[in-house]
């Protein structure tokens, strides 16, 4: 079973997971995950904590992922503190989730080998140049993050295991010849219908809006009313590129720092290495004298690619005769990196070498010597990082000058700006919802939000926003929580009444025509009273129709039964249609060829949907405990 898991998770459906979770770790800040210190527990699963912390970065990360696809209008639902809510707790739950899947994952023994972690690795698009995998590329990426190989290696294999279990659990279904046909014949199903359109708006003038339908909406709905606390904030604010415009660095510096960091503007040896697994199992002892009998037998003129391949129980690399292609130092497991890098020539391999996956026999296939790169190709980032070092040192002395000048003159911030050299500037109101977005910060939220900003009216200390950007704000106006009086939104309010109450007028005079219709009576008298009359629609599909939308769904609810062909539906523009279903048009016959495409798809709704009963069963039987403030 762990094997045919195993092989799983390196199928294509495995590979696009782990892709997505590699992605979000690299550029989402994991280095943070591993460094950070423990926080407040949001929730426990079976006694795990899930922090604060972790909490906050998934909902960040989902909700950049949201602004990106869809834009500033996504802003809008964010203004909901419901929504909000809702969406945080939707995160919380997809990360309790991926806890137990975790959790489940360690109790079966699953696991992922060295050769599994650096085959990913080299494979992902994020560490590659022209198509290859490029070292450079991934140890910049590593420390721009702010963590090492051994963390990267330590999350990923986690990561990669737990998807072991999603990869056996939604890979493991199948469709069956009549499922094909029957979803075939669902969705392509095509039907005739007939429709009338109803403008709710010409029922507008028989109905009235009354005091007591104001009032009553009004209290119904007081807490759609509130406005929200809105300040408009004066700042300064300071960036490194600010200050970067102001500094330089001559030629000397730049070729001294090359000269003292040589070690660093080369490339570092890769090693191609073939690799003998045999897995300690339950008999750590017999898997280490057999390991021992093949080195005997390399020893005596055996082909190492050929022992690999009928041996080795790491089955991915054995198919290539142990192959494990390059290496670089730090990448795989410590006695293995050890080992690897202490064999002298190309063809040369180690004794047995014990790691935590089983015992290996390790042969060097191929050698690529460390590289200097020339002054010439590497002066242009010298500069740039000379010049950003000194702009950093000079920036952090602005911020200490600013922060000086904020306190000891409390009541402007024209000083601060003076001292800088930079502009004050304003934002428009805003509340805590509506952030501009270059002051999108929590701690500046809190502060300028804060009682000392707003009551007493004096200047911020500084607020970073990001690692290269600071400001001191102060808030110059103020509008409190309030619920709008009734006479502000009358207007808004009869207006909607009134759009309701045409709506239910609209609806009711067309339930009258239905059920005329149902009792075989004739309505065209009544339909052209109002200028209406019946429109047709052919071979209307489930999706891709250019009817509205309301009136499709309803259509494929509708039976050829003459009490239930025939029903009333409101749209999403407010106005009401009367639907009948007029004719059912079978689908195509599913060709072999279609069932073969159909099946696979099938196969993995099924498989998503085992998934997420798996994580509802696994859920039923934990111990989770979600804490109070959520």
Known sequence: MLERIREGSQGPWAMAIIALIVLSFVFAGVGSYLTSSGTTAVATVNGEEISAQELERGYQNQRA??????????????????????????????????????????????????????????????????????????????????????DFRDYLRIQMTQNQLAAALTNSEFAL????????????????????????????ESVEVTEDDIAEYYNANITAFDTEEQIKLAYVSLTVEDVKSRVSVDDEAVRTYYDNNLSGYGKEEERRVSHILIEAGDDADAAKAKTQALLDQLNDGADFAELAESNSDDTFSAENGGDLDFITPGMMDDAFDEAVFSLANVGDYTDVVETEFGFHIIKL??????????????????????????ALEEFFELQNTMAEIAFEVPDTLEDVANAVDLPVQETGLFSRNTVPVDMSSPALTDVAFSSELIDEGVNSDIIELDDETVVVVRVVEHLPQRTQALDEVRDGIVSTVKAQKAQEAAESWATDIVDSLKQGESVESTLSEKSLSWESAEAVAR????????????????????????????????????????????APALSAEMSESLKPRLAQMQGQRVYQQFIEALRADADVTVSESL
């Open 543 to 586: 999706s891709g129709s250019t009817l509205n939308r309301s009136i499709v769904d309803k259509l494929f609810t509708l039976s050829t039964e003459a009490e239930k062909r025939v029903d009333v539906v409101a749209t999403v523009n407010g106005d009401i249609a009367i639907v009948e279903l007029v004719k059912v048009n079978s």
């Open 177 to 204: 010849p009549g499922e094909a046909e029957r979803a075939n014949a669902l969705q392509l199903q095509t039907r005739d219908a007939k429709y009338v359109m109803i403008d709710s708006a010409s029922f507008a």
């Open 365 to 390: 296939t191929e050698l690529k010597e460390a590289q200097v790169q020339a002054f010439e190709d590497v002066e242009a980032e010298i500069r740039e990082t000379l010049l950003t070092d000194k």
């Open 65 to 150: 992922q949201m602004e990106s696809q869809f834009g500033e209008s996504i802003a809008q639902l964010f203004s909901s503190e419901q929504y909000l809510s809702d969406f945080r707790r939707n995160v919380l739950d997809r990360l309790i989730a991926e806890k137990l899947i975790q959790q489940q994952a360690q109790e079966m023994g699953l696991r992922v080998s060295d050769a599994q972690i650096r085959e990913t690795i080299v494979q992902m698009p994020e560490f590659q140049f022209g198509g290859q995998f490029d070292n450079d590329r991934f140890q910049t990426i590593l420390r721009q993050n702010g963590f090492q190989v051994a």
